[in-house]
């Protein structure tokens, strides 16, 4: 007979365990009584992302919500395609374009064979001239590789090409052939590209609608919010407010909402925060079904997506880092579902041989990264792996009604027109922006390479490097101090320059010196650490570095006994600016001559600080 069980008891009994140890780490390391933390000690590891979802440092039994229907069904956030083919995974997508079609066409069938499976093109102004395109696509099998054009304001004219280029294709069952033509006039429209206006658009989608072929006319690309700064939920919430417009204005031309839903596709940017892009993509997918659901087309609601790397979270400095980031965001897409994934080139924020690589090298290590997570990791075996997991799940419901919130902000506003025409939509994405340049100037946001773990010895960049980018990369701030020293290097034959001076034995003062070296670096500050100085030795040290500038690194109790010292020392010998690794409190005592002009701290303002150092060196 079954034992009936305690509605009272705790439905993971060993989590009070776990909480009484988190209280017993906490109150250590914080120096406090176990009882000065409260009931719920856990909540201090909890993190905030940028639209204000709390991530808790364990999820468990307690943060289950309801299995969503299997994939294919309604609300289709387990995927679209209830029978996707688990040996092909997501379709491996590249972006090919250039002016000469003979040469593209040679680039794609070369892709083909070696693991792409979906084709990005470029067309037009920015791509191969449309009158050519049918070179550029010749030998093409069009059932087997779902073909996305990017032709902007050429839309309509490329769709014509590319119609009477199908019109003579053989094929035994055309609706198999996926043809994305790609209007995005709304989206553009935010960030200034050229492209197709509405009244084109319906019209494209009049001729779409008409073909044998599973046709999309419209991409609603959230990648433009994305790239200006927006947060996951800015940029769902901005993107499905971006599509209803489109249906409004589709259904206005007489359309109905059905067709009209059946022409969209999303285009989402995929981070290196992998369980944030896994939940924005699944989230994505519940939106939309609700809009389609609302216009009594539920079965409508499963639109493609198309997941790109991120461009704002790539970097100029150590772009070899990329490669990792590219694969975590690849990981993420794959896994949330999404049915494209392209991967930008890791040397992709720098111009082409900028590394003296070839850029034949950067796209077949772009397509090796998802061949390995779908050949070898096999990532494609499984539709949404990651489904029944309580932080998941948890994160998509949170982020999807975050989401909704900015599209209800956007629609009290009139409408994403009305939004983009107010400045509402841009207020409140530079908003993000900010607090998220805020946190990697202050280091609080690590972007290795970058930030943290900078290399001075690459080369400097070139000029076409440093031009300045629309696109709100994360660690551009600092990169832009970078390229202040590489103008230094080329003008002197050296970089600026500081001299650390340790205080004390190594023990002491190494993590001082570490971090001294680690932060100025990030600011194209060059050090030199000449070892335990005794006070008598500093003014040797001085004349044999040459430096203008010094820091002090030890302990707080080693500064107590002897920084007055040290810095008077320093100024005898020459040295215009003395700085000390620590916090102001340390030496609160000094004053005249022996206070140090400043003090590096880890949660200083990195940018601004280095940039006055900077000033102060001649860069």
């Not at 856990?42 to 309801?66: F, I, K, M, N």
């Not at 990697?440 to 900078?454: D, I, S």
């Not at 002090?552 to 700085?579: F, H, I, K, N, P």
């Amino acid at each position: 007979m079954p034992i009936a069980s305690d509605p009272g008891a705790d439905p993971v009994p060993g989590y009070a365990a776990w909480r009484k140890g988190v209280a017993g780490v906490l109150a250590k390391s914080r120096k406090v009584e176990v009882a000065e933390l409260g009931d719920e000690p856990e909540q201090l590891l909890a993190v905030s992302t940028y639209d204000g979802l709390t991530v808790a440092p364990l999820y468990t039994r307690r943060d289950e919500l309801p299995e969503p229907p299997l994939p294919g069904h309604f609300p289709f956030v387990r995927g679209n395609d209830a029978t996707r083919d688990v040996h092909r995974g997501w379709f491996v997508s590249a972006r090919f374009g250039g002016r000469d079609a003979a040469e593209v066409n040679r680039e794609i069938m070369a892709g083909l064979e070696n693991g792409v499976s979906a084709l990005w093109l470029a067309v037009g102004d920015h791509g191969v001239p449309v009158a050519e395109l049918g070179t550029a696509l010749r030998g093409l099998l069009f059932d087997l590789a779902p073909l996305t054009l990017d032709a902007g304001p050429d839309a309509g004219a490329a769709a014509a090409q590319l119609f009477s280029i199908l019109d003579g294709y053989q094929a035994d069952q055309r609706g198999e052939i996926r043809i994305g033509l790609g209007a995005a006039p709304l989206t553009s429209r935010f960030d200034g590209t050229v492209d197709i206006d509405l009244d084109e658009t319906v019209t494209l989608v009049r001729h779409a609608v008409e073909r044998p072929e599973s046709v999309r006319a419209i991409v609603v690309c959230g990648t433009v919010f994305h790239d200006a700064g927006a947060s996951d939920a800015q940029e769902l919430g901005a993107a499905i407010a971006a599509g209803l417009e489109y249906l409004r204005v589709l259904t206005e031309a007489g359309i109905d909402a059905p067709t009209a839903l059946s022409q969209l596709s999303f285009r989402f940017a995929a981070t290196d925060d992998q369980f944030e892009t896994i939940a924005k993509f699944r989230a994505a997918r519940r939106l939309w079904a609700r809009i389609a659901h609302e216009l009594g087309a539920p079965d409508r609601g499963n639109a493609p997506q198309h997941a790109v790397t991120s461009e704002a979270m790539v970097t100029q400095r150590d772009p070899w880092v990329n490669m990792l980031r590219t694969t975590l965001a690849a990981f993420g897409a794959g896994v949330g579902g999404a049915d494209l994934v392209t991967v930008q080139p890791f040397d992709s924020a720098l111009p082409p041989g900028e590394l003296g690589v070839s850029q034949a090298f950067s796209n077949r290590m772009a397509r090796n990264t998802q061949l390995l997570l779908l050949e070898e990791s096999h990532l494609g075996f499984v539709q949404d792996p990651g489904a029944g997991s309580w932080y998941i799940e948890s994160l998509t419901d949170a982020l999807a009604g975050k989401a909704w919130e900015f599209m209800q902000e956007i629609e009290r506003a009139g409408g994403y027109r009305a939004a983009l025409d107010s400045g509402l939509l841009r207020d409140r994405i530079a908003e993000t922006r900010a607090r998220r340049e805020s946190d990697v100037a202050h280091r609080k946001t690590a972007v290795t390479g970058v930030n943290e773990f900078p290399n001075l010895a690459e080369e400097p960049l070139s000029e076409a490097a440093r031009v300045p980018s629309s696109i709100a990369r994360y660690g551009s701030a600092f990169e832009q101090l970078r390229n202040r020293s590489d103008a230094y290097l080329a003008a002197h034959g050296s970089r600026p320059y500081a001299l650390l001076v340790p205080l004390g034995p190594v023990a002491e003062h190494n993590v001082r010196v570490t971090f001294a070296a680690n932060l100025l670096a990030s600011g194209g500050i060059q050090t030199t650490n000449p070892g335990v100085l005794e006070i008598g030795a500093i003014a040797d040290a001085v004349t044999a570095s040459g430096a203008s500038m010094a820091v002090l690194c030890g302990s707080d109790a080693r500064y107590g006994a002897e920084a007055g010292a040290a810095v008077e020392q320093l100024r005898a010998a020459g040295v215009a600016t003395v700085l000390l690794a620590g916090p102001e409190k340390a030496v609160a005592e000094l004053a005249g001559t022996q206070r140090p002009d400043g003090f590096l701290t880890a949660r200083m303002d990195a940018v601004a600080a280095l940039s006055g150092l900077l000033e102060k060196l001649g860069a």
